[in-house]
């Protein structure tokens, strides 16, 4: 009968051991610190990755093997878009490997939002003159007020 136990109990830590994760080995990603900037300051901005704050300010994300963007929106400019990338730099014995960003600080120059030109009516066409019902003739006089002399006036 204790055979049997021992069996089951060695069993079962067996067992156990083969739901065990290597994953827990594993360590979490390093982490970078990221400076946001835009002209204006004061802008929203969201890393791809997840964190972001209004600018000027510092983010740390994950320094994962792609690059990644981040996206900067204030009222009354153009949203604007800037990629980043990571770049890892193997350590050897006397230097420990590093994690940088190019750009760091990412900066983004915002342009103002053009106001939408405003809607305009159509243009209707004046109504024409109603035209002199007949020529008038050769000897008549000219019209009152007008600042041609007349052609005929010393002919007769």
């Given at each position: 009968?204790?055979?049997?136990?021992?069996?089951?109990l060695?069993?079962?830590?067996?067992?156990?051991?083969?739901?065990?994760?290597?994953d827990?080995?594993?360590?979490?990603?390093?982490?970078?610190?990221?400076?946001?900037?835009?002209n204006p300051?004061?802008?929203d901005?969201?890393?791809?990755?997840?964190?972001?704050c209004?600018?000027?300010?510092?983010?740390?994300?994950?320094?994962l093997?792609?690059?990644?963007?981040?996206?900067?929106?204030?009222?009354?400019?153009?949203?604007?878009?800037?990629?980043?990338?990571?770049?890892k730099?193997?350590?050897?014995?006397?230097?420990?490997?590093?994690?940088?960003?190019?750009?760091?600080?990412v900066?983004?120059?915002l342009?103002p939002?053009t106001?939408?030109?405003?809607?305009?009516?159509?243009?209707?066409?004046?109504?024409?003159?109603?035209?002199?019902?007949?020529a008038a003739?050769a000897d008549?006089?000219?019209?009152?007020?007008?600042?041609?002399?007349?052609p005929?006036?010393?002919?007769?």
């Open positions: 009968m204790r055979r049997v136990i021992a069996i089951a060695a069993g079962a830590s067996l067992g156990g051991c083969s739901s065990m994760s290597w827990m080995f594993k360590s979490a990603p390093p982490t970078v610190q990221v400076r946001l900037e835009s300051p004061g802008a901005a969201t890393t791809s990755l997840g964190p972001g209004k600018t000027p300010c510092s983010v740390s994300v994950p320094a093997d792609a690059p990644f963007t981040v996206a900067f929106a204030l009222p009354k400019y153009q949203p604007a878009s800037v990629p980043v990338n990571v770049i730099n193997p350590g050897d014995f006397t230097t420990p490997a590093s994690v940088t960003t190019d750009p760091n600080p900066f983004a120059e342009q939002a106001p939408p030109k405003p809607v305009r009516k159509p243009h209707r066409p004046k109504k024409p003159k109603p035209a002199a019902t007949a003739p008549a006089a000219p019209a009152a007020g007008s600042p041609f002399p007349d005929n006036a010393g002919k007769r």
